[in-house]
């Protein structure tokens, strides 16, 4: 009897067709045909050049239409080195061709794991799996962490422990000009974090032989605060937009840039976290490496009280971050927004 499985990237090279557990409701399937092309509604792309220089306020402006209108926005000249860029998505690609022994050190399937490879979503408590494998990773601060990455491939914690730097400090430099945006004191969102947490996770989203059946992630919102999103040349993101799937194509050493549902709270709604989902390929794989920027477990977190008004009345309670988390992962990728538990009643 040969032994099942866990990790899609090992199932793919025995199967055919989509497993029954990957197929999903007819009602609930990407309808392909129906997504926008990126060209047609694409979501804004922002220059950072002279964001510290004489574009300061044009570029505050630009963040904040993009935070209000869209929740999602792409950067360019954003401080990380395109080698670095290139480094991370290659050794992303390196680590998922690893033998299936070798990945397998890293397996577990318990979400509090600071440092695992898994499936899917939540293999735990899910009734349909996603098309993805992913490699999670604690990456602030980096010296508590970096001891429990893999080993291998050889260069995998210097090269991405550099990355996770650099992605830290534009996430800095977008938390200051978002603050600004909302009228509120640059450190506003960096103090509202307490300690403060970085995440990333490395998704690799297998070629498919039945790509309409399936998802490599449904849609959902980012229950964290801010997610800098890092893909390779392969298309997968798609954006809902109007009640319309709006497909993000990559642009070469771009981030994308997505609002996550502590910002949206921090703001009042003013900031929009919105849904999105990742699609699959029939005869590609795609990598797409998300850092997920997040307040500390203990952080209590609330519409920041410059936002507050008479006639804006705060929409959520206060709570802590380490509450909100425990029910975003339980309920799954919910198509509900988590959020509408912590609305003021």
């Given at each position: 009897m040969t032994t099942a499985k866990l990790l899609l990237t090992d199932l793919i090279s025995v199967v055919d067709h989509v497993p029954s557990n990957y197929i999903r409701p007819i009602s609930d399937r990407p309808n392909l045909a129906d997504v926008q092309a990126s060209s047609e509604g694409s979501i804004p792309l922002i220059d950072l050049q002279g964001l510290n220089g004489p574009n300061h306020s044009d570029?505050?402006?630009?963040?904040?239409?993009a935070c209000q209108n869209d929740g999602f926005f792409q950067v360019k000249n954003h401080g990380v080195p395109a080698e670095m860029i290139d480094g991370m998505?290659?050794?992303?690609?390196?680590?998922f061709r690893l033998p299936e022994s070798e990945r397998m050190k890293m397996y577990s399937d318990d979400p509090s794991k600071t440092t695992r490879l898994s499936t899917s979503f939540n293999v735990k408590t899910e009734k349909t799996a996603n098309w993805r494998d992913f490699l999670r990773l604690h990456c602030y601060p980096l010296e508590d962490y970096v001891h429990e990455w893999p080993s291998n491939p050889p260069s995998f914690r210097e090269e991405v422990g550099e990355y996770c730097t650099s992605v830290r400090g534009l996430v800095l430099k977008l938390l200051e000009a978002i603050s600004e945006s909302l009228g509120l004191q640059k450190d506003y969102i960096v103090k509202a974090l307490?300690?403060?947490?970085?995440?990333?996770?490395?998704?690799?989203?297998?070629?498919?032989?039945?790509?309409?059946?399936?998802?490599?992630?449904?849609g959902h919102t980012d229950g964290n605060l801010i997610t800098i999103l890092l893909q390779d040349d392969v298309p997968g993101l798609q954006v809902l937009r109007k009640d319309?799937?709006?497909?993000?194509?990559?642009?070469?050493?771009?981030?994308?840039?997505?609002?996550?549902?502590q910002m949206q709270v921090?703001?009042?709604?003013?900031?929009?976290?919105?849904?999105?989902?990742?699609?699959?390929?029939?005869?590609?794989?795609r990598i797409s490496v998300p850092t997920f920027y997040c307040p500390s477990p203990d952080a209590l977190i609330g519409p920041a009280k410059e936002l507050v008004s008479h006639d804006q009345p705060a929409v959520y309670r206060n709570f802590t971050y380490a509450e909100f988390y425990s029910k975003f992962w339980d309920r799954g990728l919910a198509k509900e927004c988590c959020l509408d538990l912590f609305k003021q009643i």
């Open positions: 570029i505050i402006q630009q963040i904040a239409q998505l290659n050794i992303a690609r390196e680590f307490g300690k403060q947490a970085q995440h990333m996770a490395l998704n690799y989203y297998p070629p498919c032989p039945e790509p309409e059946l399936t998802y490599g992630l449904p319309k799937w709006v497909a993000v194509n990559p642009i070469p050493n771009t981030f994308i840039v997505n609002i996550g549902d921090i703001s009042n709604d003013r900031y929009k976290s919105v849904l999105h989902r990742a699609v699959v390929n029939y005869n590609k794989e």
